[in-house]
């Protein structure tokens, strides 16, 4: 008899635990969509998509390949005066020396009409 009432307890438990398990598979399903979309849930947290102009005084970055030619004619005139010519890449630059950074920085700052602190 004891055997009798313990099956119909566990078929319960069972019951019960797939159930959850079969809640929590949907509601698990529904966090993916709302995640699967990064644009959505941008907009249901508040953010606005926006497109700014880009600025017409930022020069390009020489390390990611874009020169134009005010960073070209700078880089010239950098090279002659420092007497090597100007880094092109992350290693040469971190290869410089701080006399080089200095220096570099001096001229610079002659070359734009600002004052050299010494």
Do not use: C, Y
């Not at 959850?20 to 529904?30: C, I, V, Y």
């Not at 699967?36 to 017409?56: D, Y």
């Not at 220096?103 to 050299?116: C, D, I, K, L």
């Amino acid at each position: 008899m004891i055997h009798l009432s313990v099956e119909p307890d566990a078929m319960m438990l069972m019951k019960a635990l797939i159930g959850k398990m079969e809640s929590m598979d949907a509601e698990l399903n529904m966090l993916r969509k709302q995640v699967s979309n990064p644009q959505a849930m941008l907009r249901k947290s508040g953010f606005v998509k926006a497109v700014t102009p880009a600025s017409e005084d930022v020069w390009g970055d020489p390390l990611r390949g874009e020169r134009d030619e005010v960073i070209s004619k700078a880089s010239k005139e950098m090279s002659e005066a420092m007497g090597h010519p100007m880094p092109s890449t992350n290693e040469e630059w971190h290869e410089m020396s701080w006399e080089d950074i200095h220096m570099m920085a001096n001229t610079a700052a002659e070359a734009e009409g600002r004052r050299v602190d010494q």
